[in-house]
Every structure is written in structure tokens, then in C-alpha cells.
């Protein structure tokens, strides 16, 4: 079995603070955004895309620029 190199670890509490801002601020632009691309799909895709920088944010190297990975997170 092979070790992986890459440790997975929670967020911290500022950190939590800082990301449950990021959604209190960014969430309703990028539904606005994603709806233009995909009416019916946007809020899923938006809570998929938070969902997916949340995971990233757990492992090296972490999003450095989440307001400039989310605009293109839900239509990957």
C-alpha cells in the first residue's frame, strides 16, 4: 500500500469563519453568473462549487484566490 503525501486536515476555526464569509458574500453573484449559463442547474451548481473549494481548502496547496476560482467552479 502506498502512503499518501498529501495530509488532509480540517479547517481551522478562522478559517471556517473566513469561508462562511466567502459564501455570505460571493454566493448570490455567482448564482446570478451561473444562471445565465445554466437557469434550472445554477443553485446546485453554486453548492457543488462551494462544496468542491471547501474539500480543496483541506489539502496543499489550497485555493490561494477563491473569488477567482468560483466564477468557473460550477461549470467544470
Known amino acids: ?3 499518501n503525501p498529501i ?3 480540517p479547517l481551522t476555526a478562522d478559517q ?3 469561508f ?10 455567482l448564482v446570478t453568473y ?6 434550472r442547474g445554477a443553485e ?3 453548492h457543488d462549487a462551494f462544496v468542491a473549494l471547501r474539500k480543496r481548502q483541506e489539502r496543499p ?3 490561494e484566490n477563491p473569488r477567482a476560482y468560483l ?3 460550477p461549470h467544470r
Not at 462562511?20 to 453573484?29: E, H, T
Not at 451561473?34 to 437557469?39: A, E, K, L, T, Y
Open 1 to 3: 500500500m502506498v502512503d
Open 44 to 46: 446546485d451548481a453554486v
Open 7 to 9: 495530509q488532509e486536515e
Open 20 to 29: 462562511d464569509a466567502l459564501v455570505a458574500d460571493f454566493r448570490s453573484q
Open 71 to 73: 466564477p468557473d467552479a
Open 34 to 39: 451561473s444562471r445565465s449559463i445554466d437557469p
Open 61 to 63: 496547496p489550497p485555493v
Open 16 to 18: 471556517n469563519e473566513s
